[in-house]
């Protein structure tokens, strides 16, 4: 039932409008523009004074009249009046429409309310009005994060408005870059350049016949070279160009004032990032914090709390948990100060302070955290939050040895990814190759590295490392398998690599892993002192920040190392609280000597497989088992299959015979 209905319309018209005063009528047709009405605008519209003793008339006449507010002062027209109104208007007096809506516009403009007055001035078809306020509009657009409006705003300019307006050819192209459209950015930035060399040289850009350069926000004007160069140095990052990123970004930061945090926050930003995926985390998160600094002094509390998350993240690379817990929780404590504790990026941290909770294995505050972050609505995170919760969901999951389950979230995942500035320096494949693994995959898994290209060969650079340690697990895995001696030198000459770029780029996180892959193939070798060794700088690493399941997803084999620290004195405390956590391991279980079960495997099995096993062995049915654990049947079916192929067998009795072997169960 839409406005236009011809009874509605007929009944409208023809038994309410016009049977009132002219002066009544034509205040109700200029009006009808207006999506929300108060006496001083409708003054302003219709040229008529006591717009508010009109209004309260029209209220008491029962005039579908709407009030807004319990102080009378704002109203609407009841959708259908509106309509009918407008369409009245549109066929009697299509000439004024332009001209209310312009009055419109300024009456807005007026009172500071840009955003209105830009509707109105685009309803008028005033596109220089609607031009000049978009460019007046612009800064505040930007500090509270609605490149949106202005991303659509300029859609509907014509082309021919940017050439003389360098000011809102780049707010235009700032807006293209949030938006993702960075195809049509460059043109713009372009159209700016030209524009300033013009007024460099006091040339008219368009000749003798054409308009000249304008300007309505000259504290923009003055920055544009800078403002320039920040998108330039995002656009060099989106492409991977480092090192342009870089150049841009030092230009930016050596002709900005010291003070103007505006330009100073966003180019320390990019070339935080730009080092970042560089690897060079030191220096990246030491510019990356100043530029956050210089966002929050410029008032742009949004990106300044949305900007933790890359902080978060480098300290999680450089192994400093603690530092990054806090990092998380200062921003949400922030975000709360400024009552805004669904401010975007919010959900993120939750994400965020999940995976930390993980790492410790806390795996029930980390569910707790990502159970936060869904309660906060994905409005309140960032374009990659669907992404970064599914891929923090799937690793509980595959700690809870759920891995079919994880790989069903993790290919979600990958369907949710939205490129953005962070470098992904773990990507989706790789967990997936992990998984593979740890299901007894190997072959899978294989197959993924084959696909990527990679080689024990390649070049140790950041952006690969988590694919090139992934790699290094797998030639572990084959070598576990069939013993061969050129694997073996092959992973441990590979592991030495990748431990110098590692200890040269400050990345703790990656060097605890590598170690103990040191750790497990020479134990796997029977080089006892040297796997003793890398185990015993890999807990001092990871000691003072309380690493946890970077040792247990190492599985059973590191039972019998971690007993060995202990007995040598080494980190003892540690050791035995990492023991404790491994499975079997809990009641104080001893090993038979020579039982390090985890060599006669491809890949250990994960606790969830073990509690499968050990019921496999009695005379319980497959729902029983399910029942007994409190999962789907289906996901008994799948833990199983795992089993036997990590077992190297293909039915249930064979299975438990060969964990008795194993002295698994």
Not at 124 to 152: G, H, I, N, T, V
Not at 251 to 275: F, I, K, N, T, Y
Not at 458 to 474: C, N, Q, S
Not at 570 to 587: F, K, V
Request: aromatic share 8%; glycine share 8%; hydrophobic share 45%.
């Amino acid at each position: 039932f839409s406005g236009d209905n011809r009874y509605v319309v007929d009944y409208l018209v023809e038994e309410v409008l016009l049977h009132q005063p002219e002066a009544t009528r034509q205040f109700l047709l200029q009006t009808a523009i207006l999506d929300r009405l108060n006496g001083s605008l409708c003054e302003a519209v219709t040229g008529l004074p006591d717009g508010r003793a009109r209004l309260e008339a029209l209220e008491r006449g029962n005039f579908f009249l709407v009030p807004l507010d319990n102080k009378r002062d704002w109203y609407r027209y009841h959708h259908l009046f509106a309509a009918a109104l407008r369409a009245r208007l549109a066929a009697g007096q299509p000439e004024q429409i332009s001209s209310l809506n312009r009055r419109a516009s300024d009456w807005y403009a007026e009172q500071g309310l840009r955003i209105e007055a830009i509707r109105y001035a685009f309803a008028a078809k005033d596109f220089d009005r609607a031009a000049d306020l978009m460019e007046l509009a612009w800064p505040d657009l930007r500090r509270s994060r609605q490149e949106a409006l202005m991303l659509r705003w300029g859609r509907q300019l014509p082309e021919e408005q940017f050439p003389t307006r360098p000011v809102l050819a780049v707010a235009y192209a700032g807006a293209l870059l949030v938006g993702g459209e960075i195809w049509g950015i460059e043109e713009r930035l372009r159209d700016a350049e030209k524009a300033l060399e013009w007024v460099k040289n006091n040339v008219d850009p368009a000749g003798a016949n054409r308009p000249a350069i304008i300007i309505r926000d000259e504290a923009e004007f003055r920055r544009l070279p800078g403002w320039i160069a920040v998108y330039r140095a995002a656009l060099s990052l989106a492409s991977g160009n480092l090192a342009g990123a870089r150049a841009h970004a030092r230009r930016v930061l050596e002709v900005a004032a010291v003070d103007d945090h505006l330009l100073r926050g966003p180019a320390s930003g990019l070339l935080g990032l730009a080092l970042w995926t560089n690897g060079e985390l030191s220096v990246a998160q030491q510019i990356y914090a100043e530029g956050m600094t210089h966002l929050r002094l410029a008032g742009n509390v949004a990106d300044a709390v949305g900007g933790v998350l890359a902080l978060a993240d480098i300290r999680i690379a450089q192994g400093r948990l603690r530092a990054a817990r806090q990092i998380y929780e200062q921003a949400l404590q922030l975000a709360q100060e400024q009552g805004a504790p669904t401010l975007r990026g919010t959900a993120d941290m939750y994400v965020g302070l999940s995976e930390l909770s993980r790492e410790l294995n806390d795996l029930l505050a980390a569910r707790e955290y990502l159970a936060k972050a869904r309660a906060q609505g994905e409005h309140t995170g960032f374009p990659q939050y669907p992404y970064r919760w599914r891929v923090a969901m799937a690793q509980l999951q595959a700690a809870a040895g759920e891995f079919g389950g994880a790989l069903d979230l993790l290919a979600e995942a990958e369907r949710h990814y939205v490129p953005d500035f962070f470098p992904n320096v773990r990507p989706i494949a790789a967990l997936q190759a992990r998984l593979w693994l740890a299901r007894g995959e190997l072959a899978a898994a294989l197959d993924w590295a084959r696909g990527q290209g990679l080689s024990t060969a390649d070049e140790t650079v950041y952006m690969r490392e988590y694919e090139h340690i992934t790699l290094a697990r797998l030639l572990l895995a084959q070598y576990r398998s069939n013993g061969q001696e050129p694997v073996r030198r092959e992973v441990i000459s590979f592991l030495d690599r990748l431990l110098r770029a590692a200890d040269e780029g400050g990345r703790v996180g990656s060097a605890i892993e590598i170690l103990l892959l040191q750790a497990s193939v020479y134990q796997a070798s029977d080089n006892l002192p040297a796997a003793t060794a890398a185990l015993a700088r890999a807990l001092t690493l990871a000691e003072p920040e309380g690493y946890v399941r970077i040792f247990l997803e190492q599985g059973l084999s590191m039972a019998p190392l971690l007993r060995e620290v202990i007995t040598r004195g080494i980190r003892p405390a540690y050791a035995e609280r990492l023991l404790r956590n491994l499975p079997g391991e809990s009641m104080g279980e001893e090993a038979p000597a020579g039982a390090d079960v985890s060599l006669e495997l491809i890949e250990p099995l994960s606790p969830r497989e073990l509690a499968v096993l050990h019921l496999l062995g009695s005379t319980m049915s497959g729902p029983e088992i399910a029942a007994e654990l409190m999962v789907a049947l289906s996901t008994i079916r799948t833990h199983t299959k795992s089993i036997y192929g990590k077992l190297n067998v293909n039915n249930r009795r064979a299975a438990v015979k060969r964990a008795e072997e194993l002295k698994l169960i």
